[in-house]
């Protein structure tokens, strides 16, 4: 099934970019599919003791393959992806006018990015998640720049591209790393790491889930983002996109429970992002940026949660995981309904939408109260474990943790009533209003609803938490959600929250501030150009259109990096020569390559290179091996030829050269020909192996009783075909030289050869 539903998301998201502009907004009907027959799975599998597996092996030595392995947290997370995509495809053809360009490529891409988040959280192998993990960042890169043509969309899709595609290059190293030190690339197989590798490789991976997950410094690419399309706001910034990174930090806690710095970063990381992200939420006018503010904040929470490492904190931040993905969505529908219905999200400009739009209104305060924790809503049971997981803390965690937590707690509140009051009362006269569409406002009312239905069907909910919680931490197996805990000191804690939450709304709603700046992201922007300034100037130095120069420089990288060799040569086991004769055809060979550097005639030059191929294969066939001589004397004849047919359209002589670039050249070769040999010694007295059962392994691995051409079809397969490629290449070459000669009149060498 697993296979079924990847290919499924493949061949919409194919047809769809193929024939979706045919379709207008029906396109979003068959981009529906692949998410609700996910959906549906998902939810059958919420109650599954054995994880659903699926592994295509690409090559097996290299322990390369697609490995997934669907158990309750990705079961549960696959839900959340797939279900709220459900909603978004409905909401996104209420969204976009019948005749809005681009729909087709807009489905397709949007059903692209679903199925990459869906195989992203059923990955089991590292370099499984690693691919769909990049993929998301190219098709959110494609969403966020759907409309192309602003200059703004422009810049803010290349600030998210630029921030996420980095932050994978961290995770392929802090991967390779992972893979080395725990000897398997599968996460189900992955045990505690330990050492230098290890907590280098906790730092690598945190990078890469902040710069997902938007946490400060890597912020920057998320209120950008808003720049996107509503639907596309509400997808990547609910359920898919910044709970990649809250994923991999949940999956990597059982690796590097051990490492210190995992730890330590996690929390710095989120708790100063839900600070600074709800401090942002409280000064931004445009109501999706507060909600994107909103959810950087809210990410820290539970990043902060899955760092601390226990399992009731493991357990409180999969619960918060679930509620926000339903509320937050459904605030974001409700800004992008009122949007479309009102020309504006500014909170300053709106007044009295909750006369004229009392559906959206209830699910923005439903919703809303969720965001703060208040009961009767799912938000409210998650806030309280949230609340005595940092209670429940020792020494300095307990001081900081819990003191961050509900600062930002009572931040949460603040600007959740200031967003509500910003969008629904106001004193001036009332805002016009367009008139409604079913089909954004069903998902949106659906996603309300789910607030109240999780609160009251409690217990399920939290046995499906609990599922998903244990399998990354064991002990998380005792906790439960409560509908009312009583008479607590967290729910002591939650009351006082509350109310200072909204005393400190209702004086920021009652300030009136210009919009501020978006330093982080123009330092961004600042940097990325001046990147790309430097890079010009340098790629203009650099690059500048020279092929012998690049040729010299790569020869020469190459024969210095040989230079390491050096120190495991065994000079006992070197010795001059087997015959003499090798040393006469080694001294001819040298002679031959010192004449074509030197001789100014292109004919000589051609014909010093055949002696120099001509000595080796004398070499060759000094040595014992025929075969190899005979090979190299049919190559040398074939190049010797197409050498003079390709000469005959230039110039006799070699252009002139001065004596510091020939021996620039000169000094090249040698150092090549030094490194050549060096590289051959340290092979020769590298350590001894026990000789090959070829003749065995020739016939139960190979399947075939010719030793020698089992090796080149099959042990050397993937050389013999570059040497194929090669020769292929040699010979149209020789025929282009070959043909343009008969349609050049007089050529300058040809006349003097006939």
Do not use: C
Not at 68 to 85: E, H, K, N, Y
Not at 468 to 485: G, H, M, S
Not at 650 to 663: D, E, H, I, N, T
Request: aromatic share 6%; glycine share 12%.
């Amino acid at each position: 099934m697993i296979w079924f539903l990847l290919l499924l998301y493949a061949s919409i998201a194919v047809a769809l970019a193929a024939f979706g502009h045919r379709l207008g907004r029906h396109a979003f009907t068959v981009a529906v599919v692949p998410a609700g027959a996910t959906t549906a799975w998902s939810v059958l599998g919420l109650g599954g003791d054995e994880p659903v597996t699926a592994d295509l092996v690409w090559v097996a030595g290299l322990d390369l393959s697609l490995t997934f392995s669907v158990g309750p947290l990705a079961a549960l997370m696959s839900l959340i992806v797939a279900g709220i995509g459900v909603g978004v495809f409905v909401y996104s053809a209420g969204y976009f006018a019948a005749d809005a360009p681009g729909l087709g490529r807009f489905a397709a891409t949007l059903v692209a990015f679903s199925g990459a988040m869906v195989g992203l959280v059923w990955a089991d192998s590292i370099w499984t998640l690693f691919i769909f993990w990049e993929l998301t960042s190219i098709t959110s890169f494609l969403l966020v720049g759907h409309k192309h043509a602003d200059p703004d969309v422009r810049v803010a899709a290349r600030r998210a591209l630029l921030v996420t595609a980095s932050g994978g290059l961290s995770l392929l190293a802090g991967f390779v790393l992972v893979a080395d030190v725990t000897g398997t690339s599968r996460l189900s197989e992955m045990s505690a790491a330990a050492g230098t590798s290890a907590a280098v490789a906790a730092v690598l991976v945190m990078v890469a889930a902040a710069t997902k997950s938007a946490q400060v410094p890597f912020h920057v690419w998320l209120p950008g983002a808003m720049a996107a399309p509503t639907p596309v706001s509400a997808y990547l910034h609910s359920a898919t996109m910044v709970k990649a990174g809250v994923l991999l930090v949940a999956l990597g806690s059982p690796v590097f429970v051990d490492q210190p710095l995992w730890k330590v970063m996690g929390l710095s990381l989120g708790l100063t992002s839900m600070i600074w992200g709800a401090r942002g939420a409280l000064r931004h006018v445009d109501a999706k940026l507060i909600l994107a503010w909103g959810t950087i904040s809210q990410l820290g929470l539970m990043i902060a949660l899955l760092s601390v490492g226990t399992g009731k904190a493991m357990f409180a931040a999969v619960s918060i995981l679930l509620a926000h993905a339903v509320f937050k969505a459904a605030l974001f529908m409700v800004v992008g309904e009122i949007d479309v219905r009102t020309g504006t999200r500014d909170i300053r400009e709106l007044s009295g939408l909750w006369r004229s739009m009392p559906l959206a209104t209830a699910v923005a305060v439903v919703s809303g109260a969720s965001m703060a924790g208040l009961p009767p809503l799912l938000g409210f049971p998650a806030k309280e474990a949230a609340i005595e997981a940092v209670l429940g803390l020792s020494g300095a965690e307990a001081w900081v943790g819990g003191g961050v937590v509900i600062i930002g707690s009572v931040l949460t509140v603040a600007y959740t009533l200031r967003l509500l009051l910003g969008l629904f009362t106001g004193t001036g006269s009332p805002t016009p209003v367009a008139r409604g569409r079913v089909r954004m406002t069903v998902p949106s009312v659906t996603l309300g609803l789910l607030s109240v239905a999780g609160f009251f069907f409690l217990g399920t909910v939290s046995e499906v938490v609990r599922s998903a919680a244990t399998q990354v931490n064991a002990k998380a197996e005792v906790y439960d959600l409560v509908r009312w805990p009583g008479p607590t000191e967290a729910l002591g804690v939650s009351m006082v929250v509350v109310a200072i939450g909204v005393l400190a709304g209702l004086v920021s709603h009652r300030r009136t501030e210009p919009a501020p700046a978006p330093m982080g992201a123009a330092v961004v922007d600042h940097l990325t150009d001046g990147t790309l300034v430097v890079a010009r100037l340098i790629t203009g130095r650099v690059q500048h259109g020279s092929l012998p120069v690049y040729l010299t420089t790569m020869a020469a990288t190459a024969a210095l990096a040989t230079a390491p060799f050096l120190l495991a040569l065994d000079r006992d086991v070197l010795h001059a020569w087997d015959s003499p004769v090798q040393a006469v055809l080694a001294v001819l060979v040298v002679a031959a390559a010192l004449t074509a550097t030197t001789v100014g005639s292109r004919l000589g030059a051609a014909l010093s290179l055949g002696a120099v191929g001509i000595g080796v294969s004398g070499l060759f066939l000094v040595q014992g091996a025929p075969d190899l001589a005979l090979t190299q004397l049919l190559v040398e004849t074939v190049v010797v030829v197409g050498f003079v047919i390709g000469l005959g359209q230039l110039a006799r002589r070699f252009p002139p050269v001065g004596s510091v670039w020939r021996g620039i050249r000169i000094g090249v070769a040698g150092l090549v020909g030094a490194g050549v040999a060096i590289g051959l010694a340290a092979t020769a007295t590298g350590p001894e192996r026990p000789p090959l059962p070829l003749r065995e392994a020739s016939v139960e691995e190979g399947g075939g009783n010719n030793i020698v051409n089992v090796i080149l079809t099959d042990i050397r397969a993937l050389d013999t075909l570059g040497e194929i490629v090669v020769l292929v290449v040699v010979a149209a070459g020789v025929m282009a030289l070959a043909r343009a000669g008969r349609h050049r009149a007089d050529p300058p060498l040809g006349e003097e050869l006939a």
